[in-house]
């Protein structure tokens, strides 16, 4: 074999094995992907949670509008709320879209919690939806209702991991909205689910009160970002007409 040759095979090989570049999805809050590189990793499930008024269902409409302003298509499976009453948060905000662009990008769908088994299965109706109107994105909003619909803990454990696993076999990015179990400010904040042991992401949002000042105030930490730099601060969040905006 002459050297022409070895190098040729040198060079294949080098490309077989290279690492596919990773792909970023913004978030919808320039800050935010500053601090975890850029955006959430393609194809990730990342779980947020938080108390009453901390900014959840904010927090995920701004990652879907985002996905709209990109040209794409996106998704918001709602357990608790009704498609107008879904549609009239969305356009509650200033995120410059206008009313029929958000009506044509966006597919809301209202699940009973009845049916979540139907969501559990890889190819159900919802997969054939993602792949029929070539979703991106897609939030849960809340997936709490799996702790109310099935009491015991392993099972519910089970249906959890098969929920992220289908999620990324669907090839969307998303976000699961729960809500907080109890802990006190000196413990790391636990979902009610326990969703977060599955998922690529967990970002936890704070509404305490300062008790100097004598008055709410909001924040956010990154308890966990696969492909991001480790980040331990909590972050100070505002929310505005234009959505939610984060401080260092």
């Known amino acids: 074999m002459n050297k022409d040759s070895e190098v040729h095979k040198e060079v294949s090989v080098h490309k077989e094995m290279s690492v596919p570049k990773e792909v970023r999805i913004e978030t ?31 927090f995920a409409m701004q990652f879907l509008m985002e996905g709209i302003k990109q040209d794409e298509n996106v998704m918001y499976i709602s357990f608790n709320l009704k498609k107008k009453e879904v549609f009239r948060q969305f356009t509650h905000f200033n995120f410059g879209l206008d009313v029929e662009t958000i009506k044509n990008r966006m597919v809301i769908i209202e699940y009973p919690p009845s049916e979540i088994q139907e969501l559990l299965k890889k190819d159900s109706a919802v997969r054939e939806m993602i792949k029929s109107t070539n979703i991106s994105r897609l ?31 669907w090839g969307v990015t998303s976000l699961l909205i729960d809500n907080d179990s109890k802990f006190s400010l000196h413990e790391i904040p636990r979902t009610m689910t326990g969703v977060e042991g599955f998922t690529d992401g967990f970002i936890h ?3 305490i009160l300062n ?9 956010m930490v990154i308890l966990k970002m696969r492909g991001a730099p480790d980040d331990i601060d909590i972050h100070k969040v505002e929310i ?6 984060l401080f260092k």
């Open 28 to 58: 919808g809050i320039p800050y935010l992907n500053q601090l975890i590189g850029g955006g959430y990793l393609e194809k990730s499930v990342i779980a947020v949670s938080g108390g009453a008024g901390s900014g959840k269902t904010t």
């Open 139 to 169: 939030v849960i909003d809340p997936i709490t209702s799996f702790v109310y619909l099935q009491p015991d803990e392993n099972q519910r454990r089970q249906d959890l991991y098969a929920l992220v696993d289908n999620l990324k076999y």
């Open 205 to 207: 949002l704070s509404y």
């Open 211 to 219: 008790i100097t000042k004598m008055q709410r105030m909001r924040g």
């Open 240 to 245: 505005t007409n234009k959505g939610m905006k």
